[in-house]
Structures are given as structure tokens and as C-alpha cells.
């Protein structure tokens, strides 16, 4: 009898080391392969990078508290965000989208205002993309070109012993506003009548339905001559993102937890349903913040900046991946993220 392995045994990072999609590089213009937030290829004096997200009705959106235009909106933004943390910008999208005879004309109509209102704000073409029915719900595929200058593309993989490591605006917002979602839903359930109670909780809806990804920070790192080393987009959470740089650039780190910024609204949310909000900030999803590496020599040129927050530091591999309590005791850094496949934690 053939053997059968289930998805959960490996988990979606353990998939496709498993599949190993690209065994060998044929053409010379592949610079990048799978591994980074998005491919890149050499043409002429520009690196041209290449990047694809697919949300799921069920799976990704949950079409009872998701408007079509937002959802339209954080798709665009989701794929933005793989170019900026390779430092690069945005140029040009595809849109495959597959849906049910379940939604009006109308209904589309609303998810492709929030698809250009996403592209006119962040400067980005609509170019093409394809469109077929489906059994059931909908399924969007977006494919996000960029640009970088040759030199200037920072991957996940650069980040040296010393080196600051960074993160942007603040941390668990977007998991925080699905949890207030999914009880409002539940809530919902049980009384059809009822209105939702989504006030006092507009900051932490609004990062998740309607997020914004990292152009202003590119554009600072640019006008500033401002590398970073390594960096990655935080859409599996915080933990998950920095094991994926410290594996890749062979390095361990020390996070400092009193450092994790939270907003204050964010940390309100959690109190309530009791849970942590330095593990919210760690592990929550969605939040599209970039996390990334500079060089101690760069800190007279970031520390000033109000949406750049120093978290910790990279460290040797021997030493691992970890935090430091305020107590000043050390603990493993683990990633229980958002493995799709996975039961365990990484
Ligand atoms: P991100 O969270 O930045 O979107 P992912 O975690 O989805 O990145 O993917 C990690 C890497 O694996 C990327 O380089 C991506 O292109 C690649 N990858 C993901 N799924 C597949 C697949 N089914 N086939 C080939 N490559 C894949
Ligand atoms: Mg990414």
C-alpha cells in the first residue's frame, strides 16, 4: 500500500520544503526563487520582483462581517506588502478571482471599487487577471509585480550578529479585531435581531478589514540611504516572521517583550478575552507591519522616526531565538502562528 502523510504532519512551511517546487534554476534573469516574500528577476538595471496571495471564502474572509470592498482593498494590500519587504514598489497586479452564482453582479462590483481604490493609493495598475465560476464561494488570487533598483533588494537572509532589529507601527491589532468580529458574529447567531456592538473597537476592525501596508517606510529607507540587512513582512505574526529571518540568515536574536509596541486599544481588546497581549503581539496575524535588520550603524538614522520601534537584536546562531522577560529572564521564541496545516507549533 502506498504511503499517505497528512498536510497537519508537515505543516505549510514543511508542504513546500517537502514538494520542493523549484529544483534548479533554468534561466539566468530567476535572481530569486521560492523562500523570500517574492521572487526576483533581473531585467536591464532594474530587478523586477513577482509575488501571489490567494484569500479563501471560509478560510481567509468570512463574508458575515466582511464588506466586498474591503475585502477588495486588503487583498490589494496583502500583495503590496510581499514587494515593500523586499523593498521594493509596487507596480502592476493580476486578479484571478473564482465565484458562485451566490453573488450579485452588484456584489463584484464593490469588491473592484476596493481593489482600485487600493491601486489608485498606492500607485499600482490593474492589468489583467481571470475569472471563472465556482462550486462554492469565492476564491481571489492576486499576482503583485514590483520594482527595485538592482542593489537595492533586501531579502530575509542578510541580517549579521549585532544588528538592531526593527519593527513598524504596533503589533496584534488585526487579531484583535477578529476576535471582536467573530463574537459579534456569534453573538449574531444566537439573535438574528441583534445589532452588532462594534464601537470603542474601530481601531482594531479597521486593522483587520481595511489594513495598509509598509510604502511610507520604503520610502523613508530610500530618501534616508537607510539598507536594512533583512527584512520580512509580518502576516503569520511577529514570532513566526523573525524565525523565518533567523533561519534564513543563520543568526539567533533576543527580543525585549516590554519593547513589542501594542496599542493601547489593541491591549483593551485581549484584557477582555484574557489572553496576553504580548502573546496577541507575537502571534497575531494580518497586521502587515514590516520587521526587519539594520546595522548599528544606522541608529542615529531610525531612532527618531515615530513608526520605527527597536525590539531587540540579532545575536549568535548558538545562541537561539529569544525574549526577554521585563523580569530579564530568558524564554524561547516560538512561533504558534497561522500554519494552516499545522496542529503543532513550529
Ligand atoms: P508570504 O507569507 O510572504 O506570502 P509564504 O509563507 O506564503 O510567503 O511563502 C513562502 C515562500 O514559499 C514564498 O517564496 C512563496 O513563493 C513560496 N510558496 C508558497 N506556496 C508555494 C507553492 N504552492 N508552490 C511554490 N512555491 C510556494
Ligand atoms: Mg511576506
Not at 444566537?190 to 478589514?209: C, D, I, S, T
Not at 524565525?243 to 513589542?260: N, P
Amino acid at each position: 500500500m502506498s504511503e499517505r502523510t497528512e498536510l497537519e504532519e508537515l505543516g505549510e512551511f514543511g508542504l513546500i520544503e517537502r514538494l520542493n517546487p523549484c529544483q534548479q534554476v533554468l534561466n539566468e534573469s530567476t535572481l530569486l526563487s521560492i523562500g523570500d516574500d517574492a521572487a526576483a528577476m533581473s531585467y536591464g538595471d532594474k530587478t523586477v520582483l513577482v509575488s501571489t496571495d490567494a484569500l479563501v471564502e471560509g478560510v481567509h474572509f468570512d463574508m458575515v462581517y466582511t464588506p466586498l470592498k474591503h475585502l477588495g482593498y486588503k487583498a490589494c494590500v496583502a500583495n503590496f506588502s510581499d514587494i515593500y519587504a523586499m523593498n521594493g514598489r509596487p507596480t502592476q497586479i493580476l486578479v484571478s478571482l473564482a465565484v458562485s452564482n451566490r453573488y450579485s453582479v452588484e456584489a463584484l462590483e464593490e469588491l473592484y471599487e476596493g481593489m482600485r481604490l487600493a491601486c489608485k493609493k498606492y500607485g499600482v495598475d490593474l492589468v489583467g487577471g481571470d475569472t471563472t465560476s465556482s462550486s462554492g464561494g469565492m476564491f481571489i488570487s492576486i499576482t503583485v509585480l514590483g520594482e527595485a533598483e538592482k542593489d537595492k533588494v533586501v531579502r530575509r537572509n542578510g541580517a549579521k550578529v549585532h544588528d538592531l532589529v526593527c519593527v513598524t507601527g504596533d503589533l496584534g491589532a488585526a487579531y484583535a479585531g477578529l476576535l471582536i468580529l467573530q463574537r459579534e458574529k456569534a453573538a449574531w447567531l444566537a439573535n438574528p435581531n441583534m445589532q452588532p456592538e462594534l464601537k470603542n473597537f474601530e481601531y482594531v476592525v479597521g486593522r483587520q478589514l481595511k489594513p495598509e501596508a509598509g510604502k511610507q517606510i520604503v520610502e523613508f529607507f530610500e530618501q534616508n540611504s537607510i539598507m536594512p540587512t533583512s527584512m520580512i513582512d509580518i502576516s503569520d505574526g511577529l514570532a513566526s516572521e523573525m524565525l523565518h529571518i533567523c533561519k534564513q540568515s543563520d543568526v539567533g536574536c533576543e527580543l525585549y517583550i516590554d519593547r513589542l509596541p501594542i496599542d493601547q486599544r489593541t491591549s483593551k481588546v485581549y484584557e477582555e478575552f484574557k489572553i496576553l497581549a504580548d502573546t496577541g503581539a507575537l502571534n497575531g496575524g494580518e497586521d502587515y507591519e514590516l520587521l526587519f535588520t539594520v546595522s548599528q550603524s544606522d541608529y542615529e538614522k531610525i531612532k527618531d522616526h515615530n513608526n520605527i520601534h527597536i525590539i531587540g537584536h540579532i545575536t549568535d546562531k548558538s545562541m537561539g531565538c529569544n525574549l526577554v522577560t521585563p523580569q530579564n529572564t530568558t524564554i524561547a521564541l516560538k512561533a504558534q502562528g497561522w500554519n494552516h496545516y499545522s496542529k503543532k507549533e513550529e
